[in-house]
């Protein structure tokens, strides 16, 4: 009943975050009359070929006279937005046709630079009214058109002279409004207006006009005008790399489309984009779901007979000759809980950053269910991520201590100051090196000094003495007792089966958890590497229950098959059977690269292996920490059931 209840809640709440999006409360919709100035800001430059983002003006795009950096939360400034004004001029519901931007005469190393942009497909972002721009893409053997974010630089077209490049240089800016029903505005017969769409149609033109040179105040173009709309004419094209004008005019239209669309909605389109996919991702993901929810009864199933047939055998007083001769788990109760002779200080730690990144997971999984994270309030989830594991060291350092104090450790600090520094330092090093690539690059992407003395301020001024914090109470806190007590002299352990062996085990045990997240795991690759918003945390929420019940029970399974044939080295098993899903996510990562990914160069590369290895040690600790804890509670479940002379 409880796991149907469950599934309905899951549901629910998949359903919730796919139709709708959600806003920060206390954030309200930005109300224009007509003519007022809406604002339209550039952002960055990305491509999925290349995985590293520019500033817009890396390109010689118009500038305007005063351009400036628009403030930012952390979150936009480590994922590479730099948000600034534009020379492109908005008047709510006031059309424009063939406005000149600016006239540029582009030097060579200019149109090299446009060259390779056009080649790696990078795409521009803009903003308005906090709207990110897209375009419409026709969907080969559809009528349908699908909406994608950013518009491309250009486009390239081969020949039999060879490859030719495009600069869209006219942008057809379209601007959707929506008139409040009960608002008035300046003019008693205008409504006031709310901006629910921002797209842009990119278009090539070789624009032409009278004369050698261009004056932007009384030259005026033949390919287009105010009475004129600009076409999209294939023989004129703007081609880039091969025309000997080096002179460009950059121009643009605006349209203002009435919408039905309410502004709560106006999302929608951003978070529908993939739907083609939306079937397949309900089906998969219910499929996976009921086939984790059948193997999961059934190894309840086995275990509990196994368990109760052993338990009742082992407890009944006619049978204690019988038993001491028998092999079994109980034979081992003496060891089960004898402290691994293997690197407690690094188990202890491992366990402590896992508690630390799982808090950290669930509160913000909460908050995005409650639709405080929404893809409106820009870098909102990175900034989450950060501030939340800092403020979840307390966790980190209590279960670490609380662990080694049990194993009988007297290294204390050591074990606090690898607490405290171990993940985080790992993680810190991995970026650092990415962001020398960034920087070398030029990069938006790179981390400023300011946002780098900031994630260290976070880390050495509020994370570590948490971490001291929760370190001091757990070595406080009194040795948990067992239910049966160690012997001094270790038995022997026999020979094992070649199943059993560790390198197989922990093989065989992360299948299943892998295969209970690798639906879900494919679309949270394309949002990270493919540029796609993701926000169904409703089947997050689902995943991550499945992901816990599978971690857990395959762990107390091959447990039990290990003290079965007793051997009771379980600490770093139970550890490593969950975590080693995160091998298989590994070498999925990697035929993700070979298969959805087209990356030019190094560079990307080490970016992609590099940020994946994060994610990957992430989840093996995670996974991990899920195993341990459910076979600790296993163990000290069945052998507080028996009587142990």
């Known amino acids: 009943m409880f796991l149907y209840l469950i599934c309905a809640l899951s549901v629910a709440f998949a359903s919730a975050a796919h139709r709708h999006t959600y806003y920060l409360p206390g954030v309200a919709p930005s109300t224009y009359n007509k003519a007022d100035a809406a604002k339209l800001y550039v952002n960055k430059l990305t491509s999925t070929k290349t995985q590293i983002p520019y500033d817009y003006y890396s390109l010689p795009y118009c500038r305007p006279k005063k351009f400036g950096l628009q403030s930012e939360n952390l979150g936009e400034v ?20 063939c406005e000149v931007a600016c006239v540029k005469k582009l030097k060579k190393s200019e149109k090299d630079a446009f060259v390779k942009a056009i080649d ?15 375009v419409l893409n026709s969907i080969p053997g559809s009528e349908e058109k699908a909406f994608t974010r950013g518009f491309p630089v250009g486009f390239t077209s081969k020949t039999s002279a060879g490859l030719n490049r495009f600069l869209n240089n006219h942008l057809r800016i379209i601007v959707k ?54 076409t999209n004419d294939p023989r004129n094209y703007l081609n880039v790399d091969k025309s000997p004008d080096s002179t460009v005019v950059f121009t643009y239209d605006v349209v203002w489309e009435k919408s039905a669309v309410e ?35 059934m190894i309840a199933i086995i275990l509990l007979r196994a368990l109760r047939k052993d338990i009742a055998q082992y407890n009944d007083p006619s049978n204690i000759e019988e038993a001491k001769e028998e092999s079994g788990w109980k034979l081992v109760h003496g060891d089960v809980f004898r402290p691994p002779a293997t690197y407690p200080m690094l188990f202890s730690v491992f366990v402590g950053s896992g508690v630390q990144l799982c808090c950290m997971g669930m509160a913000t999984l909460s908050f995005a269910l409650l639709g405080l994270l929404s893809p409106a309030n820009r870098g909102s989830l990175i900034t989450a991520f950060i501030l939340l594991f800092v403020f979840m060291g307390s966790f980190a350092g209590y279960y670490s201590s609380s662990i080694y104090k049990m194993f009988r450790g007297i290294l204390w600090k050591q074990n606090t100051l690898a607490t405290a520094f171990f993940f985080p330092g790992v993680v810190f090093s991995v970026i650092f090196v990415l962001n020398l690539v960034l920087w070398v690059k030029g990069s938006s992407g790179a981390i400023p000094f300011g946002s780098l003395f900031t994630l260290l301020f976070l880390w050495f001024c509020v994370s570590v003495p948490l971490v001291f914090l929760g370190s001091f109470f757990g070595y406080k806190r009194e040795i948990m007792t067992f239910p049966v007590r160690t012997n001094q002299i ?10 059993l062996h ?40 689902l995943v991550m229950i499945v992901l816990v019940v599978t971690c857990a029970e395959v762990s107390i399974l091959l447990c039990y098959f290990q003290l079965v044939n007793e051997d009771y080295r379980w600490w770093w098993r139970s550890f490593l059977h969950a975590g080693s ?46 195993g341990y804890f459910s076979c600790f509670w296993f163990n000290c479940q069945i052998y507080g059931s028996i009587k142990v002379d």
Request: proline letters at 5%.
């Open 581 to 626: 899903c995160a091998f298989y996510t590994a070498l999925y990562a990697v035929w993700y690269h070979l298969t959805e990914l087209d990356m030019n160069g190094l560079s990307p590369v080490l970016l992609y292996y590099g940020y994946m290895s994060i994610i990957c040690f992430t989840f093996f600790l995670v996974t991990g920490t899920i």
């Open 120 to 134: 790696d497909d990078y795409k521009v972002h803009w903003m308005v009214d906090n709207m990110p721009v897209g």
């Open 502 to 541: 560790p390198v197989v085990s922990c093989l065989l045990g992360g299948v299943l958890p892998f295969g209970a997240v690798s639906v879900e795991l494919y679309f949270i690759m394309s949002a990270l590497w493919l540029h796609q918003i993701y926000y169904i945390f409703g089947f997050l929420f």
């Open 177 to 230: 409004y929506h008139d409040d029903i009960d608002g008035t505005g300046d003019n008693e017969d205008e409504p006031t207006t709310k901006i629910v769409g921002f797209r842009v149609e990119p278009m090539s033109i070789k624009h032409a006009w009278a004369g050698d040179s261009f004056n932007p105040g009384s030259t005026t173009l033949s390919t287009c005008s105010s009475s004129s709309p600009a």
């Open 78 to 97: 480590l994922s590479g937005d730099r948000i600034e004004n534009s020379v492109y001029k908005l008047e709510v519901k006031v059309s424009k046709s």
């Open 490 to 499: 270790p038995r022997a352990i026999p020979q094992q089966q070649w199943y």
């Open 263 to 297: 502004w709560t909605e106006r999302w929608d389109v951003y978070l529908n984009s993939n739907a083609p996919s939306e079937k397949v991702h309900w089906f998969s993901i219910t499929n996976s779901f009921m086939i984790i929810l059948f193997l999961s009864v």
